[in-house]
């Protein structure tokens, strides 16, 4: 069968037209790849995006894989931070977030701890300058429970931008998170309350900000830079501390070997107990809220109750 001209451009262009549509409609459906840094970034975006498909999240540093501060990037993290339409990142604990802005100069990244007000970072006067370390400010945002609250809405904005079709979703699901964590935070207030001592030595400064959440006094920490053994000196200065300030409990972590820790506390006849700082276990929506009840329960035991 043979068409006029004008009707076979009317035909291709009516072809065109329908291609056109639904690659577009084909492009609109695909999900928007979203890559967080850390464990915690991933359980707050999860809790955000909740219910929402045109979401996926990925996650970048591996789960149990020890120390998160001097994380170095692989070929197959670029990739995926190549292939991301929005990275969340804390924004002091990735040492290599600089080098992803340099790399991706037009990629959209959020820092959750830009929404919270930062504590000082101990460590800084041990930073030798070759761009490895993660900040000036003390990056464990997350172990604070007011922070997280804050740092999930942060999170709520982003998505807000990134699919404005999906707002009340996103507003729902932020405010029953939010909910949940006030609840959590209500727990922690209440036998905060009752605790006999208030003066605690932690692994390292990973629980400055719950410190300052629940008044309590950090006299000083197993280490003073993660992975690095304390000198002899270090240690006597230490054990003289302790012993002055009346500090009651010794924390490690289950990132690290309690080799040192347990040394402390043989010398001054104390238990060592293990305080969770996130990234040991899978980032399931509710792994946040299990480990901060698990904590709680360590603090309890450790500091007592009146």
């Known amino acids: 069968m043979r068409y006029p001209v004008a009707g076979a451009l009317a035909l291709v262009l009516l072809i065109a037209l329908a291609a056109a549509f639904f690659a577009g409609a084909e492009q609109t459906t695909k999900p928007r790849q979203v890559l967080c840094s850390f464990w915690s970034e991933f359980i707050f975006a ?5 219910g929402v498909s045109d979401i996926q ?6 789960v149990g894989g020890g120390c998160d501060h001097g994380y170095s990037l692989t070929p197959a993290d670029l990739t995926k931070i190549s292939g991301a339409d929005l990275i969340i990142a804390n924004g002091q604990l990735e040492s290599f977030l600089p080098r992803v802005r340099e790399a991706f100069p037009h990629k959209a990244i959020v820092t959750t701890a830009d929404a919270v007000v930062l504590l000082p970072d101990e460590f800084a ?12 400010y003390n990056p464990h945002t997350w172990l604070g429970i007011l922070n997280a609250v804050v740092m ?10 990134l699919l404005p079709a999906h707002s009340r979703e996103f507003a729902a699901n932020t405010t029953a998170y939010q909910q949940r964590l006030l609840a959590l935070r209500g727990e922690y207030l209440a036998a905060a309350s009752e605790f006999k001592s208030r003066k605690i030595v932690t692994f390292h400064n990973s629980f400055s900000y719950l410190a300052r959440e629940l008044d309590l006094d950090v006299i ?12 002899a000196a270090e240690i006597e200065a230490l054990v003289r ?37 996130g990234g040991n276990t899978e980032p399931t929506p509710a792994a946040y809220e299990e480990m901060m009840r698990a904590n709680l329960k360590v603090l309890v035991e450790a500091l007592g109750a009146r």
């Open 46 to 50: 999860q809790s955000v995006a909740q």
């Open 57 to 62: 999240l990925q996650l970048l540093m591996p």
């Open 125 to 136: 006067a041990h930073n030798d300058g070759d761009g490895e370390h993660h900040g000036t």
């Open 152 to 161: 999930v809405d942060r999170i709520r904005i982003a998505f807000d931008r």
């Open 220 to 231: 000083g920490t197993v280490m003073e830079v993660p992975g690095i053994a304390p000198t």
């Open 241 to 277: 501390k302790i012993r002055e300030s009346g500090a009651v409990a010794i924390f490690s972590e289950p990132a690290f070997p309690p080799r040192v820790a347990e040394m402390l506390a043989a010398e001054l006849k104390m238990k060592v107990h293990s305080l969770d700082t």
